[in-house]
Each structure stands twice: as structure tokens, then as C-alpha cells.
């Protein structure tokens, strides 16, 4: 069965701080995406990053960086110089090679970034 | 840009009632979704839709039905709501397998069901 580890329940830092979010996962299958979804007050998730099972680059996007290592069953993000519209709830999920995008959520990580 | 509506962004009903919850998207994706989100629990799959009048179960489909009878339209049924069933109610649609990746779920902005 495929599970996603989030084991911080909440994090605060002060602006400008960097802070990681872990994300560990369980999957038996060999092609499988792993991802990272944004959830501001608002409510609605945003997409944020794709990984396949394939490509273990890390890949930075501005302020947001994720490294994916096989070898540990991890997918971390990590936010540099954390700013105040970064506070929200962060989830990580796994898909296994369905073609139908049926994610296993973790239980999120709560972001506090105060000014 | 996708935009996925729910027909309702707070929603209160009592035990027994049947609670129907609607979702509407506009970029004619084959795949929709519907999850709930519980604290501690993260989200969880009810059901999803792969095409018109298709439907699979998902990880909690106890208590719970579905109805995609157009392609753009997702509904969740609650037969009989009860308290346990108290949550917010997310939605999601994406294209289907057969493009190439750069498909992610788009959700929509949840509707908070309670149930008294």
C-alpha cells in the first residue's frame, strides 16, 4: 500500500528564515510521481511540483527548492528567505502509474512565517 | 486558467438528510475527484470519475455516492448525512492519461459541510 509521512504537524520561523518541509513515502511500485500541493487560507490547493520516480534531480524554482532521494524514500522542500504569503498548509502525495492521478495525501505541514 | 467551482463554500444540514455537493470545471477534463480533508487525516479519496457516467471507488467510499452525467459536472452524494460526515469537501479535475505530463490535479476551493 502507498503512504506519505509528514511528521511536522507545524512549523514557525521569522521572515526570512529558510525552513524544510520533510516528506517521506511508502510505494512498492517502480514508476510512481511524487508532488507538492499549496493550501492558503483561501482553501484551494495549488499546485506546486511534479517529480517522476525516474528523475532524481533536484529542481529549484525561485525561493523553493525540492530534493528527491530514493535511497531515503524522501521528497523534501525546502523554502529559502521565507516570506509572510508563505504561510499556508503544505502537502505532500504520491501517485502511483495509473494515468488516472490518484494521489495519497500526507497529512500536511502548517507554515507560520511571521513578519 | 482551470477554474473548478463548487456550488457551495459552506454548507449545513442535519443527520439524514440527503446532501448533494456539486463541482463544475471548465477546461473539459476527463479525470474528476472528490476528497475530504479532516485535520490530522490530510485528504482522502472518495470517489473519482474517468469519463461521463464512469465512476470508481476510492479509499472512503462508505456513506457516499457519485453522478457525473455531463463531462464538466462532478455531484457527491450523501445518502443519509451523518455527523461523522462533517468535513470539508474538496473537488478536482484533470485531463486524462494520454497527454503528456504537466497535468496536475486542479482543485477547487472546497465546500465546509456540517453536519448537526
Known amino acids: 500500500a502507498q503512504k506519505v509521512t509528514q511528521a511536522q504537524t507545524e512549523i514557525s520561523v521569522v521572515e526570512k528564515e529558510d525552513v524544510t518541509l520533510d516528506c517521506v513515502y511508502e510505494t512498492r511500485d517502480t514508476t510512481y510521481y511524487l508532488f507538492w500541493y499549496k493550501q492558503p487560507p483561501s482553501g484551494e490547493l495549488v499546485f506546486l511540483i511534479r517529480?517522476?520516480?525516474?528523475?532524481?534531480q533536484n529542481e529549484i524554482s525561485g525561493r523553493y527548492s525540492w530534493n528527491f532521494q530514493k535511497s531515503t524514500s524522501s521528497f523534501n522542500f525546502t523554502i529559502t528567505a521565507s516570506q509572510v504569503v508563505d504561510s499556508a498548509v503544505y502537502f505532500c502525495a504520491l501517485s502511483e502509474d495509473t494515468g488516472f492521478q490518484k494521489l495519497v495525501f500526507g497529512t500536511g505541514t502548517r507554515l507560520l512565517v511571521s513578519p | 486558467d482551470v477554474k473548478v467551482t463548487q456550488s457551495s463554500r459552506y454548507l449545513v444540514k442535519r443527520t439524514g438528510e440527503k446532501v448533494f455537493l456539486e463541482c463544475v470545471q471548465d477546461?473539459?477534463?476527463?479525470?474528476m475527484f472528490w476528497y475530504r480533508q479532516d485535520p490530522g487525516l490530510g485528504l482522502r479519496l472518495i470517489y473519482f470519475?474517468?469519463?461521463?457516467?464512469?465512476?470508481e471507488k476510492g479509499d472512503i467510499p462508505e456513506g457516499y455516492s457519485v453522478s457525473r452525467e455531463k463531462k464538466e459536472r462532478f455531484s457527491l452524494i450523501l445518502e443519509s448525512a451523518s455527523t461523522n460526515q462533517t468535513s470539508m469537501y474538496l473537488c478536482?479535475?484533470?485531463?486524462?492519461?494520454?497527454?503528456?505530463?504537466?497535468?496536475?490535479?486542479?482543485f477547487g476551493n472546497g465546500t465546509r459541510l456540517t453536519v448537526t
Open positions: 517529480r517522476n520516480s525516474f528523475d532524481e
Open positions: 477546461m473539459d477534463h476527463e479525470n
Open positions: 470519475s474517468y469519463d461521463v457516467k464512469m465512476k
Open positions: 478536482a479535475s484533470s485531463l486524462a492519461r494520454t497527454i503528456p505530463m504537466n497535468s496536475p490535479l486542479h
